[in-house]
């Protein structure tokens, strides 16, 4: 069997290539796909910690975190066509019309 | 009791949301055109007032004192849960009873209103987890609508980008909070609030599991508009709908804190974690943090609306230091309780602040503190009341303001924190000075403008009346508040 250490390297490197795309990619469905990414990463996690334990609570709470990241996907989709359709663009830094 | 109602029927203020949205949506499919506002807003007037009344209820009969637990112990209804549900649903109510008014012109009424009581739904459920997964998935489902009903205005840019910052600041940070849980869970095994606190006396994996803590810190940081999650709030609040800000910045926040008490009173006890991460340290400095830039940068503001998102940002520092003064010992229900009571009396003054910046927008008066210069001779009733809301939030002894606040500093001062309590006190006394810009504005100087007031939207008008009534009323009411936020705060402590 495969460390449980294993799994949690490569989870943190997923994690991490998410949280890179985030600060450096200005596309709004690059950014989707990264935290699609964070979200695998905790995902990863919950399935190699639940063999890890030997319950299954972790596998289940993965399936909805799945789920909870379609949805997540689902309605950013919406926003940010309705932001293509309002800015004629998908990059997150053109939309300043209020002041930080 | 001759006859036992089944466990479910705790839940009822949630079920009663639940159901509003889906009648909501039965109408919506029946008639999508509808231009029927008063059937919309109408139902989700009775789906909030029904599920207020059903808390209230479940409070003052003592459903709460003895916990229930329900489905393998993810959920738990106790005076707490319920203690928030009534909150969040006395908000909710105001909210959709000012949106009658304010989204008269808008076309998609039926999802308006359905995506509130959804919003709402995912609120009830949050101060009701027992889980990490009910806490993950009440959140989402709170969050989830909210970010449509910020982007609702589709032709509005400031809408639109607001929806677009709420939504992507909201992602990440509920991705770093499923990413915590994993964590905490592959140190405990568990995702029950009370079995991890006992898993981790056991285990030694303090490392992980401190990332994994400091990282759900964070998820809540963001449902509270603390710092460091605290960017996506004033751009939603100022470019949401008005009564969607009021909704936003006193119902989903109370959320945030109502969540973040029971995970990190039952979860991470202090004492249970001294030894292995000082999470109040980190809680300490995010409140004062948080208070202070929240105050500093609404001094600066210009428009109305961003000082109230600033405002509510360093409200969210005083809420923060219920939580940064736990000891684990008999100080600890004060100062919750002093929390609690503070985040009821703020869902009023504050929702109430709100739906007058409301008000103005549907008059068209404009956003900055000079458009508002005059307009108490036209409308004095509603400046009377933006007025009371304006010194209840600083905490001047008008309202329940002063004494929410008041009873959280002393709660801190018990528990040993007086440095908290001091820094609070001088935000506090900074924030006089910005809310009395409003109030000198709307009183003192004369009009810059003609304002082109043709009607007083009766809507609009009861909720704030309702929101300004209910702040007055509970300075002489506040001892009752008080026994329930103290009950609510044994619960968990």
């Known amino acids: ?60 709470f993965s399936l909805f975190t799945l789920a909870l990241a379609a949805a997540e996907v689902a309605i950013g989709i919406g926003i940010i066509l309705v932001l293509y359709r309002n800015f004629a663009d998908v990059d997150v830094t053109k939309a300043t019309t209020m002041r930080w | 009791m001759a006859y036992q109602l089944p466990g479910w029927a705790a839940l009822a203020p949630t079920l009663t949301f639940v159901a509003a949205a889906l009648v909501l949506f039965l109408i919506d499919s029946i008639d999508p055109d509808s231009e029927n506002r008063a059937l919309l807003a109408g139902t989700a007037t009775v789906g909030s007032l029904v599920a207020a009344g059903f808390a209230a209820w479940f409070l003052i009969a003592g459903t709460g004192e003895e916990p229930f637990t329900l489905y393998a112990d993810s959920l738990v209804v106790d005076s707490m849960s319920l203690f928030f549900a009534f909150v969040f649903a006395s908000v909710t109510a105001m909210v959709v009873v000012a949106s009658y008014d304010y989204m008269r012109d808008h076309s998609y009424q039926g999802e308006y209103y359905a995506l509130v009581m959804l919003a709402a739904t995912g609120m009830t459920l949050m101060p009701a987890a027992n889980s990490l997964a009910v806490v993950f998935i009440s959140l989402e489902l709170a969050s989830l609508p909210s970010y449509a009903l910020v982007a609702i ?39 029950l609030l009370p079995e991890i606190a006992s898993a981790v006396e056991i285990e030694g994996l303090t490392g992980v599991l401190g990332i994994g803590v400091l990282m759900i810190l964070g998820g809540f940081a963001f449902k509270t508009a603390s710092v460091p999650f605290h960017f996506w709030a004033p751009e939603a609040y100022e470019g949401a709908p008005a009564p969607i800000s009021a909704f936003l910045s006193s119902a989903s926040k109370a959320a945030g804190f109502a969540v973040a008490f029971r995970v990190f009173t039952v979860a991470f006890p202090v004492e249970a974690y001294v030894a292995t991460i000082d999470w109040v340290l980190a809680v300490q400095i995010l409140a004062v943090v948080t208070m202070t830039l929240g105050n500093f940068a609404a001094a600066t503001q210009d428009t109305v609306k961003r000082m109230l998102a600033y405002s ?182």
């Open chain 2, 312 to 493: 509510s940002v360093g409200h969210a520092g005083y809420a923060l230091i219920a939580l940064a003064s736990l000891t684990g010992t008999g100080s600890d229900q004060f100062v919750l309780g002093g929390g609690m009571a503070h985040l009821l009396v703020y869902g009023f003054m504050n929702t109430g602040a709100f739906l007058f910046v409301a008000l103005a927008e549907y008059w068209s008066v404009g956003r900055t503190f000079e458009d508002y210069n005059g307009l108490a001779k036209q409308a004095p009733f509603a400046c009377a009341a933006m007025t009371l809301f304006m010194f209840n939030l600083a905490g001047l002894p008008v309202g329940a303001g002063f004494m929410s606040k008041y009873f959280l500093f002393a709660g801190a001062v018990g528990a040993g924190f007086w440095w908290l309590t001091a820094v609070g006190a001088i935000n506090s006394a900074l924030s006089l000075y910005y809310y009395s810009r409003v109030v000198k504005a709307m009183w003192i100087e004369e009009p810059t403008q003609e304002f082109a007031i043709e009607s007083k939207p009766v809507g609009l008008y009861a909720a704030i009346a309702a929101a300004a009534v209910v702040t007055v009323l509970l300075l002489p009411g506040f001892g009752p508040v008080w026994a329930f936020a103290q009950d609510a705060a044994a619960a968990l402590v």
């Open chain 1, 1 to 60: 069997m495969v460390p449980i250490e294993y799994y949690l390297l490569l989870s943190a490197a997923v994690f991490c290539i998410g949280v890179f795309g985030i600060l450096t990619r200005k596309n709004a469905l690059l950014f989707l796909m990264s935290v699609e990414l964070l979200l695998n990463a905790a995902n990863i996690n919950l399935v190699a910690f639940s063999r890890f334990h030997g319950n299954l609570t972790g596998q289940t």
């Open chain 2, 153 to 191: 205005l589709k032709k509005n840019r400031g809408s639109v980008e607001a929806g677009l910052k709420y939504f992507l600041i909201g992602a990440l940070s509920s991705s770093i909070l499923a990413y915590g849980i994993s964590l905490v869970y592959g140190v405990s095994g568990t995702l």
